[in-house]
């Protein structure tokens, strides 16, 4: 069984439908309809090599104590709006 939701902004206009479909439904229409899986695997991004590097990099760091972790509301202070 399929739920189909309208999501509507503040002023109560429906800005969207969301369709909530069971994954057996979702894999039966990805193989009548050979473009959903294309879509699908479209939406898939490549991250450059240099980014994860960069990112393993520094979880290495914050785990040697390396890096200075901020609070959320701490980190807040710093940026000006």
């Known amino acids: 069984m399929m739920n189909l939701q309208y999501i509507a902004d503040k002023s109560g206009h429906t800005t969207a439908?969301?369709?909530?479909?069971?994954?057996?439904d979702w894999a039966r229409l990805k193989q009548k309809y050979k473009e959903f899986e294309e879509e699908e695997n479209a939406i898939s991004v490549?991250?450059?090599?240099?980014?994860?590097?960069?990112?393993?990099?520094?979880?290495?760091?914050?785990a040697k104590g390396n890096t200075e972790l901020l609070d959320w509301n701490e980190a807040k202070k710093q940026f000006k709006f």
């Open 17 to 24: 439908v969301q369709l909530q479909i069971p994954i057996e």
């Open 46 to 62: 490549d991250i450059p090599d240099w980014q994860i590097n960069l990112g393993r990099q520094e979880l290495e760091n914050i």
